[in-house]
């Protein structure tokens, strides 16, 4: 599949999305060891409130991954479709307005979901 940079829906090519997916692996890894060590030390229900931060890193992942576009791209106005690390910058200023309005809703939706799964968390009767 080959991926072109449309302003405000994709910045992303299929190397970048891969590290996004990893990202997203490497959150639910430390959300699940964190949650199993919290059971574990038998903490209270409130120490589980910060599962949010991994979390939001799995939630930022998966966000970026599925929506083929990464939030720091489009607040810095920039994008890459081919191997890791070749950035490139936008020109058109309603490009980087659409890009960066994207952007946020990537980070609202990610904290949203993370505050979700969190509160699913801390309500599990363990």
């Not at 990893?22 to 038998?42: H, K």
């Not at 599925?66 to 936008?90: H, I, Q, S």
């Not at 946020?104 to 599990?124: K, N, P």
Request: glycine share 8%; charged share 15%.
């Amino acid at each position: 599949m080959t991926y072109s940079y449309i302003p405000g829906t994709c910045n992303l090519g299929k190397a970048e999305i891969r590290r996004r997916q990893f990202v997203a692996l490497l959150g639910l890894i430390l959300t699940i060891s964190s949650f199993t060590g919290l059971i574990a030390a038998g903490a209270n229900q409130t120490a589980r409130f910060s599962l949010f931060v991994p979390l939001l890193v799995f939630s930022i992942g998966f966000v970026q991954s599925r929506k083929r576009f990464c939030l720091a791209y489009g607040l810095m106005g920039t994008f890459n479709l081919g191997k890791l690390g070749d950035l490139t910058r936008v020109q058109s200023p309603e490009d980087r307005k659409a890009d960066r309005k994207t952007a946020i809703g990537i980070l609202l939706q990610s904290a949203a979901l993370a505050a979700v799964l969190t509160l699913a968390l801390v309500a599990i009767p363990l």
